[in-house]
């Protein structure tokens, strides 16, 4: 049934399959669906996470780099 929903374009694309996965493993304990298509989690948990600093450091670089 599901190749029958993908065949008229319902089906989910890879990164749909993606972010479905992400969303099941509750990534952040503070993720809700509030709407259709809508996600909500908690500012300060998001800037704690390590990837996210990963990717501050980044953006600093490349801001201080063109300024130069």
């Known amino acids: ?3 029958f929903f993908s065949f008229l374009g319902f089906g989910l694309t890879p990164q749909d399959k993606v972010l479905a996965e992400k969303l099941n493993n509750k990534s ?3 993720l809700r669906v ?3 298509g809508t996600l909500m989690v908690d500012a300060s948990e ?3 996470s390590i990837s996210e600093q990963d990717l501050y450091k980044k ?3 490349i ?3 063109s300024q130069a």
Request: no cysteine; glycine share 12%.
């Open 1 to 3: 049934m599901s190749n």
């Open 28 to 30: 952040y304990s503070s």
């Open 59 to 61: 953006a600093k670089e």
């Open 63 to 65: 801001v201080e780099g």
């Open 46 to 48: 998001v800037r704690k």
């Open 34 to 36: 509030v709407g259709r």
